[in-house]
């Protein structure tokens, strides 16, 4: 047993950081302490909070974190900002939104990088989540990239997914359409004070009435808020809450838990294959005769994969024999 | 006189006959040559051609000095009638400690002063707070109460031509307890100009000494502003303090460019009230900093007083040739100023000066100190800065015509440049619906976040040379300058005066003076006269902002906003 | 899965002067590194805290007044009794000679006075974390 483990699931802090810091840099060691803590995953309830940039999400998520503290609930929360491509460095700026929370026992802020990830979440999402769940931290928000309208990922993340809009952002609405209002749970106009709150709430719900009605019978609600001053943040914290519990009346909690599991479950599978693969290949070079050939166009690189895959399967026969 | 053609065939014939046999001999030194800030190219020389090139015209660009556009500079005679006002920043420690400085840099032939509070003072918290735990007196002056301002104005007033006083965030609260200060002391408020830079937009723009969030931190100015027009109408209640944004490494363009925006921000705030143009742009004035590429730094100071003409006349319509005339306050930038071989900057400073004064740079001037980088500066640095500015007016002879550089083929090319950019940058704030929208989209930080970046990167690879720092550089220099030591006693006493204040003040009417103030914040009536209630009533500083926080809420910069993200 | 370091960046006390600040979490971006930066106006207490949640290896305070006497020794004292003195802890600003002395004795790891070059804190960084090594643990 994970001496670590037991100290995070004490709720220590400086360990569960530690734990998520060696998920993140695909630490093995990272992997046994998640072993431990693992079976203490499934209280939190995760949200999910996703929008374009300027949308105002770590504003939200501060004002959130607020009114969830008056409930006497802990919260966790990840902030995941982009990786520079060209450095592999990040800036990762969300916290200050929320840093009057630092000094609160009660929370636990968490900045995380994409390190490449596409679809709005970090490499280790589902990892922290699950440590932050086992830490007993009642509620788990993840807050997303916010550059892209295809930040659908959260989705199989989270229990509740809020989406962001604000007034004066015009065709980006529009532009939500395609991905994320189809699957949003909660939907929030932020800065609802600004001009133009009106027309967006009007666009907002004629693209919901056009959506398919969800499996779980759930009607999306539609939010008005200005989270610099904390208005409509208590309705907005209710209404997760009575998502939650209706996924839990409906029995559609455990659906999305083994989506949420199915989906971990083939992230991790795919990168784990890919990364032994390639760690094969690496021995003997193939790996890079396959590029140089892929790049003389001498073997397209459906054949190239096949071959290596092909490869490693030879010599696991081999190694059984 | 030449005309263009034979400039054009002498030209030709130079480059053939004369230059072309030279650079066979000597290549040039760099490729290409640029300047400092901006990165602009520049030629080898400078002819009637390029004047050309520009359509320059010279009653149009250039005119006489004290008439439109003020290329040459706003009074009619430079500085051959009088002299600017000779100013230095300092401020640190009490009242007491500070009016006994200020005497001592009167008595150097100074006739202006700055007023910089403490940090306590200047984000409104008294200095018995938490957050002011050895701060106080540090930065510059501790103000808690009226008490404090009146030890700090014992000051030879007849010697005093202006006072500067620097509280950008709660510039209500500040000029209050300035006006119960006079009136205690008997100083007529008419005998010397007050000039509070009240420039809370470049606060949240660079300098972070801001309370309140960006609309009522505007609002708070504007407040401070109309008392100010309606009573005191010989003061200066409004300064764009645009050196703080070169400070922040904007380059000439940005500078002007942000600080028309701010400054349109505020007339507009300000004609909203109610005012008329022609009253109202007279009172603005423009602080600005000089940097060390001379030519870069005259042309500013030319583009910044025809660019305000022109907006005045072409966008806001005013009549006055007043309004029109930018007041203009230059100072050599401390930015330039380095820590390595602190003497250079002695230098740096005689350099800027010139340019400052050639380039017309205003009715007052200051300079910065050469240990400035250390620490707070010191009696004898004081006493440098004041002896640069009178080797600059009396052994030079720059200050004996009026804009001596006009005509230089260089000099007016490199002032419609600065000029057409900026008017340019200022059509792109404008589509993004103006300075405070820009603040509060951080597109200001962001462009400065990244000036800052690229610059300090210029300097570390060397392609921005700078003595002492990356060329010249001596090996285990000993940096033995003197650094003004800051006295910890000074909050010890601060803290002890305010409790002995609190002890002994009429408790229920400074209540009532705050619960006033906090009515009037929520009605939105000027502030001025309530604030002065209160310090009447003892309330100090820092529970006059508390009530003003307490309806206006506290500004918290976001990742956007900060300029980093 | 490379492993990448972690900075945190904060600005204690009341002086709000972002210029070196802003500059260093750009270069140490595009050194490779995450920067998270907590804004102005933090305490100690937020300092190490929002250090021990982000499990930053390196904590980087600014201060261009007088914070940095009181606040930089406070946030090591705290990082120790919280069981996270594992992280390297450096200061930047307008530091007197004597103070840098003083903050060396309590636990700072280097003062980088106003004007070091980015490179200098870059390499800095670099060397301490090879030097550590793989070691690193609880």
Redesign the interface.
Known sequence: MSE?ADRALEGC???G??V??WL????PRGAEAFRALYPHTGRAHLIGITGPP?AGK??LVDALITVLRSRDLSVAVVAI?P??P????????????M??H??DPGV????M?T?GQLGGLS?ATFEATGVLDAMGYDVVIVETVGVGQDEIEVVDLAHTTVVVSVPGLGDDVQALKAGILEVGDLFVINKADRPGADDTEKHLLAMLHGRAPAADGWEPTLHRTVA??GEGIDLLAESCAAHRSHLEETGALDAKAARRAEHFFLELLRSLAAQRILEDAAEDESFSYLIASVRARELDPYSAARRLVGAFELRIAKDEN | MSDAKSIEQGREAWQRDTLEPRLAEAPERKHPFTTQAMGWPVDRLYTPQNLDAIGFDYVRDVGFPGEYPYTRGTDPNGYRSDLWTMMQVSGFGTGEDWAERGRYMLDQGLTGLFLEYDLPTTNGLDSDHPLAVGEVGRAGIAVDSLDDMEALLDLPFDKLQRLTSICNGPQTVNLAMILAALKRRGIDPGSFTLQMPNAILIEYTCVGRYIFPPDHGLRVAIDALEYSIQNHPNWIPISVVSAQLYAAYANPVQELAFSFAIAKEYLDAALARGFDIDTLAPYFSFITGIDMDFFEAVGKLRAYRKVWARIMREEYGAKRPESEQLSLTASPGTMSLTLQQPLNNIARLGIQMLACVIGNGGHAMNTPLHDEAHALPTEDAIAVGAAVQNIVAHETGVADTVDPLAGSYYVETMTRRIEDAVFEELAKIESMGGALAAIKTGYFQKELARQQYERTRAIEDGSRVLVGVNHSVREGEKRNIEIHKHDPDVEHRQIRKLERLRAERDGIATRRALDRLRDAARSGENLVPPCLEAVNAYATHGEMCGALRDVFGEYHPDSLTTGIS | MARRTRVLLAKLGLDAHTIGVNVIAQALRDAGMEVIYSGLKQTPEMVANTAIQEDVDVIGMSSLSAAHMTHFPRVVELLRERGAGDKLVIGGGVIPDEDSAALLEKGIERVFTMGTATTEIIAYIEAWQAGRGAGRDT
């Open positions: 670590i802090q400086v360990s950081a530690r998520i810091r993140e840099d695909g630490e300027g770590s504003t900002d990786t520079s060209f450095s592999g460095g990040a800036i990762l700026g969300d916290r200050i939104r840093q009057r630092a000094t636990f802020i968490r900045s990088a390190r490499r610099t001053s």
